[in-house]
């Protein structure tokens, strides 16, 4: 089933709650293995001196964009001991793509995560862009305070049972 933007009316239940209202991880056990995909994505927006310091790699901490594509990959992977009721999932790709965009000006995170599992990645493609755009504002932050990590969202996922899931652009 193709979903695109807004709510699936036909599912009104949240399935990280029982009947009486308590949190619980979902019971994915009997559901087929599938593959699966999610990409997210966001951004951090910042002064343009900032972005040039970035991609002139002249930041004092080093090099920005590939320590946030690092970090990125790494939040992918810890998503289920970050997230109380994520599953621990055998991933099998991380991508983080890291755009320097100067009508932004900022830097514009895509992470693509995938999997072969009994629930998706999601989370875990959110959880890579956070982490990248946090890492950025934390090894820059010196000189620009000011920066903003905006409009983190999931773009696209596919596999199991609710089928691909498209963002409206």
Known sequence: MLRKGGFDLARPTLSHFDGEGHAHMVDVSDKPVTARIAVAQGS??????TLAMITDGRAAKGDVLGVARLAGIMGAKKTADLIPLCHPLPI????????PDTALPGVIITATVKTGGQTGVEMEALTAVSIAALT???????????????????????GGKSGRYEADQ
């Open 92 to 99: 099998t790709k991380v991508a983080i793509d890291l755009v």
């Open 136 to 158: 950025i504002y934390d090894m820059i932050k010196a000189v620009d305070k000011a920066m903003e990590i905006k409009d983190i969202k999931l773009l696209l996922k596919d």
């Open 44 to 49: 951090v927006k910042m002064a343009p001196e």
